[in-house]
């Protein structure tokens, strides 16, 4: 039951990651930290957030029924859409635009 809800974690773990880096780079005393560090941050959060979208679609075939599917698809958008602000803010933040 206790690997039933991991995708929770993961998910929340993604959500935390690219939260930090960003927070990093908006605060003027961390900003100097974000740019050593902050694309690690992102890093990780695209390959947690990978395994928990694996979990996620995992728990619903084993579910079955489309209610579940259509909530996997919407909670896989929700992660892929939240990395990707996050990487949008590090490619333009690295980039100098």
Do not use: Q
């Not at 690690?40 to 084993?62: N, P, Q």
């Not at 990487?87 to 933040?93: G, R």
């Amino acid at each position: 039951m206790a690997e039933d809800r991991l995708d929770k974690l993961f998910g929340m773990l993604c959500l935390t990651l690219c939260s930090v880096g960003t927070m990093l780079l908006f605060t003027p005393e961390t900003a100097n930290i974000y740019f050593s560090i902050g694309r690690y941050f992102v890093y990780a959060a695209f390959v947690v957030g990978l395994v928990s979208i694996t979990l996620i679609w995992r728990r619903s075939f084993k579910l079955r029924g489309w209610k579940n599917h259509i909530m996997s698809l919407i909670k896989s958008v929700v992660l892929v859409c939240i990395f990707s602000v996050a990487f949008v803010i590090l490619v333009v933040s690295h980039s100098g635009i």
